[in-house]
DNA sequence: ACAAATTTTTAGATTTGCCTAAATTATAAT
DNA sequence: ATTATAATTTAGGCAAATCTAAAAATTTGT
């Protein structure tokens, strides 16, 4: 296919800006500001224009001066094949070589960019065609298809109401050696026991044990309610 | 340590020409020529120039003026590490991934720039620290320590010499697609029975199968001389 | 509606890595 | 020992990706 050309072509910097732009333009519907894109890339905004202009001849995205930017379907459909990459490799290198979880999101920011469609059908066949990463986010499929699970922050969720952990909003290494050092991982089976109205934070028992957690802790977990009592 | 410094600054562009100029330095023991550089790499002998100023400057190769170029010990020590990174991703495609030994190398080309010790150090450790890549070539340990087989090609014993395959020389796709076709692989029980005056070609006895191969064939075979006859 | 503030783009420069064409140095041949 | 040939380097330029500073467009506030 003459519009798959581009695949095989595309530098690691465009990469990234495609991949970025995917991860901006989920949250708002909006199109994507140039200033977003700079803050999250840590680069000026001047040179996103620049760049924005060549993705655009490229038709990986639609761009009106001043007027935000959105991915085309090509540039959708490669995000998405980038996105597998790098969850795919981060289920490798906890599963196959026992990094943790937040050692593993560094270095598959590189190992995204391998270009191979044999290696990495290959990987998600040894894994077993995980469909979560180690963060509990989806993991597309070959043809960029994925189900958003279902899926609340457990800072949203009424008191009394039970699930499984599926998942972090915020995958920093430091959230998530915090969550170690306090023994929450994903699989846990959270109840909110209490709020406490003062600052919001949550009275919890998690597989059994009590414990308190501020609500910024809270609004970075994602519970899958399954139990309302 | 100061002179590790580089390790992780390096392009991809300098680490692919530390390795040709390793590849090259080994044949002769003369410093590696500007010309044979960019045939290699199939650039033009002005980029080279160009290159080896920067690598001389970080201290990578001992450069003078139209005197060729040889490794410095940062250097080498550099090239071992990019040699062991591209020979241990090629294990794991063969082992882990069911790669054939054709396939490899293309993608090991890529795999071989990823930055990261823990990484390369556990994928050591899953292959069960391997001696030897798909093609027969030594693994250079942690330090860069490794140690070259004895071995010979098969175009160089005398006859009613036996031993095992052990490598390949020419590790083109073209050449071992052909040994695949041929039934030869590493492993395999070798002994030449006779040498056809006329062409160099040799009648040998593999695994118990007598063939008949040519010269270009056998000089491009390693083994491992073990019972002379 | 219009001035002020913010966002975005342009202009011009820099670095890396490559190129062609021309000049220089080294080597081989007579 | 010159001359011819081959190897290497320099000079000058180009594209990608970045930057700073300045200009232009949009949005916000009154
Ligand atoms: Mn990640
Ligand atoms: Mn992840
Ligand atoms: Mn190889
Ligand atoms: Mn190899």
């Known amino acids: 296919m003459y519009f798959c050309v581009n695949k095989y072509l595309m530098t690691?910097?465009?990469?990234?800006y495609i991949k970025t732009i995917f991860h901006l333009g989920r949250k708002g519907t909006q199109e994507v500001a140039t200033n977003a894109i700079a803050e999250l890339m840590e680069t000026k905004p001047s040179s996103v224009t620049?760049?924005?202009k060549r993705l655009s001849e490229k038709d990986l995205v639609n761009y009106k001066?001043?007027?935000g930017v959105s991915l085309t379907d090509l540039g959708n459909k490669t995000a998405l094949g980038i996105i597998r990459k790098h969850r795919l490799w981060e289920v490798f290198l906890v599963e196959k070589l026992d990094f943790s979880w937040d050692e593993v999101h560094e270095v598959a920011e590189q190992l995204e960019h391998?270009?191979?469609?044999?290696?990495?059908?290959?990987?998600?066949?040894l894994l077993a065609y995980?469909?979560?990463?180690?963060?509990?986010?989806?993991?597309?499929d070959k043809n960029g298809g994925f189900k958003e699970r279902d899926r609340e922050l457990l800072s949203e969720v009424p008191i009394n109401t039970g699930g499984v952990c599926v998942g972090v909003k915020d995958s920093s290494a430091t959230f998530l050696k915090f969550l170690d050092k306090n023994g929450i991982a994903l699989g846990n089976q959270i109840k909110?026991?209490?709020?406490?109205?003062f600052d919001g934070s949550l009275n919890i028992?998690?597989?059994?044990?009590?414990?308190?957690?501020?609500h910024v802790i809270a609004s970075n977990l994602y519970i899958?309610?399954?139990d309302e009592i």
Not at 12 to 16: C, D, F, L
Not at 114 to 125: N, Y
Not at 132 to 137: I, K, T, V
Not at 205 to 214: F, L, T, Y
């Open 12 to 16: 690691r910097s465009e990469e990234n």
């Open 50 to 52: 620049d760049m924005i």
């Open 65 to 67: 001066r001043y007027q």
């Open 114 to 125: 391998i270009k191979s469609d044999k290696l990495i059908d290959s990987l998600d066949k």
């Open 130 to 140: 995980p469909k979560f990463d180690p963060h509990g986010d989806p993991i597309p």
């Open 192 to 197: 909110v026991m209490e709020i406490e109205e």
């Open 205 to 214: 028992e998690i597989d059994g044990r009590k414990m308190q957690i501020s």
């Open 224 to 226: 899958k309610a399954s």
